[in-house]
């Protein structure tokens, strides 16, 4: 007996998600991204979703494993080896009409990304081998879901999503607990809980189905699309699928509501989702309709402040150039970024092929030219075969955790703490890498950048760090501990002089605890004046078991050479 699907009208909360997505099951052209924690309902909020769509309405779900004759179609190895060559659909055609659902989509290789957008784009799939050809629709509801913590997503990639819901674990006792009774009557007995909620599910369908009939003859105004132009340039998005989203997203709204013309009140409810991904985070750019100000505030005006202190007003200071390395590390038996890290990690692309009488993966095309130049005939033999080999896939985390406390604005150090960090990112990232920012000052520390390749926001949000507070050391490790992978590189910036306790009384005991948890290859920069040091930075690096260097070196030049191969290489 199949087991009936939760409902999409039980669903608690997580209004933005629900939106998004019924947004795109009257388009299908409008991708959804659910990006958020763990836990907090995504996958079954977007099989939910599959069963409002008109039927026969297939849920794929696409696993990272993954390969492009798979996803795309490719030949038919059974055929083929009979000697009657032939193409089979892949995936993207299977779930044309329904939901092709991606969970972990940031994880998925390029190539396979940018192929499936391609295909959600245009509605069609195009396939192409061993000199067949064949075109099927493919029209299907596009989502994608993934956690930060576990990588991001290239910012030409994640343009492509029409929709970004940002979505968090609730947080209020009463709300956890109604989902958590939900969740228990369904298990109980589905067959009931799906009949409880069958009216209002009966009412979704109703109004989507509605909203599709209705929806091309929805009208967008000319003031409403250079309203929406207006908006996306205020907020210096360059893309003009970002226009293209809004106009769609909005048409999409008015259907659901049954309105025949885009109002501005249509267009305000949808820029969050077609915009904040889109957006790099500056303090210059307004902030959206409904969301909050942006990441950093203003700079309050500046006051003296002494060495031996963190109590100060906050200030700004730009960054100072300094000459810095090219980080390269490798682990995993000398392959770089460690690739072995990622035991889900689908495919990289082909690079070549060869003969191999039990291939990993057969590559039909080449086996049956052999098995044609050795015999006559299209049927390969096991000494025929040939395997396809891929280019192995390569992703580095940096992960800066930057002391950004008052002790820093003495000789306005920061100016060169900001530097160093900046160009380590220049130099260092290249187009499969990515970058993560840890900033700690007041009593708390925050995830200034969540891991992205897209390195002008992180130098973006760097330059615009205020300076000042307090050195709360221990909480921005434990964040940092969240944040490491098995291709994480750590560089923590500080001088060590942690004052703010995060578990007991003694703040440089929780600071040492948190840095004993952690067990990645890093590097230690101690950016401590040499004027009454305390040696704080090269203690926590011997905890850490990482190297220490001063943040002097930097600035004289120092060749890393030596340090890179003996230190960071593990």
Not at 3 to 31: C, N, S
Not at 58 to 67: A, C, K, Q
Not at 111 to 131: C, M, Q
Not at 356 to 372: H, I, T, W
């Amino acid at each position: 007996m199949i087991r009936p699907t939760y409902p999409f009208a039980a669903i608690v909360g997580q209004e933005q998600m629900k939106m998004a997505l019924l947004l795109a099951a009257v388009d299908w052209r409008l991708g959804v991204l659910l990006r958020g924690d763990k836990g907090a309902g995504k996958t079954t909020t977007a099989r939910a979703l599959a069963e409002l769509l008109p039927k026969p309405g297939r849920f794929v779900n696409l696993p990272i494993g993954i390969t492009e004759d798979r996803l795309l179609g490719g030949m038919d190895l059974g055929s083929t080896l009979k000697g009657e060559p032939a193409l089979r659909p892949g995936l993207v055609a299977e779930a044309n009409g329904g939901v092709l659902y991606v969970d972990e989509v940031n994880l998925l290789p390029d190539h396979l990304a940018d192929a499936l957008l391609d295909a959600a784009a245009t509605g069609v799939s195009t396939v192409e081998r061993e000199g067949f050809s064949a075109v099927q629709e493919a029209r299907f509801v596009l989502m994608g879901s993934m956690n930060p913590e576990e990588g991001s997503l290239r910012p030409q990639l994640l343009d492509r999503f029409a929709l970004v819901a940002d979505i968090a674990a609730i947080r209020l006792a009463t709300e956890r607990r109604e989902v958590v009774e939900r969740r228990m009557v369904y298990d109980t007995d589905p067959s009931f809980f799906v009949a409880q909620w069958m009216e209002q599910q009966t009412y979704l369908q109703q109004r989507i189905a509605a909203a599709r009939v209705m929806l091309p003859s929805v009208r967008c105004p000319t003031a409403m699309l250079e309203y929406i132009s207006t908006i996306v340039c205020e907020h210096g998005v360059i893309s003009l699928r970002a226009d293209l989203a809004i106009a769609r997203a909005s048409c999409a709204q008015a259907a659901m509501l049954g309105c025949e013309e885009v109002t501005a009140e249509h267009i305000g409810s949808v820029l969050p989702l077609a915009l904040a991904h889109r957006i790099a985070r500056s303090p210059q750019r307004p902030p959206l309709p409904g969301t909050s100000p942006p990441l950093m505030p203003q700079t309050p005006p500046q006051s003296r402040e002494s060495e031996g202190t963190d109590e100060m007003t906050e200030q700004r200071f730009s960054s100072l150039s300094v000459k810095t390395p090219e980080l390269r590390w490798t682990v995993d038996g000398g392959r770089s970024g460690a690739t072995g890290g990622r035991k889900r990690q689908a495919p990289g692309p082909v690079v070549r092929t060869k003969k191999n009488e039990r291939p990993a993966e057969l590559d039909s095309r080449f086996s049956v030219l052999e098995a044609v130049i050795q015999t006559g005939q299209p049927s390969p033999r096991p000494q025929d075969l040939y395997e396809k080999m891929r280019e192995p896939l390569v992703r580095s985390r940096f992960l800066f955790v930057v002391d950004s406390s008052g002790s820093h604005a003495a000789h306005e150090r920061m100016r060169a703490v900001k530097g160093a960090v900046s160009g380590l990112i220049e130099r260092s990232l290249r187009r499969r890498d990515e970058v993560a920012m840890i900033v700690f000052r007041g009593e708390s520390a925050e995830i200034l950048v969540a891991p992205t390749s897209d390195v002008a926001t992180a130098l973006a949000a760097l330059e615009y760090l205020p300076t000042g507070g307090r050195t709360p050391l221990a909480h921005a490790l434990e964040l940092a501990k969240e944040l490491v992978t098995p291709e994480t590189l750590l560089l923590l910036v500080t001088d060590g002089r942690a004052n703010v306790p995060y578990g007991s009384d003694d703040a440089w005991y929780d600071a040492l605890q948190a840095a004993a948890r952690i067990r990645c290859p890093g590097l230690v920069v101690d950016t401590e004046s040499s004027n009454n040091a305390f040696g704080k930075a090269k203690e926590l690096a011997d905890t850490m078991q990482m190297e220490c260097i001063r943040l002097s070196e930097f600035e004289a030049g120092y060749d890393f050479s030596v340090l890179l191969k003996n230190g960071v290489d593990r």
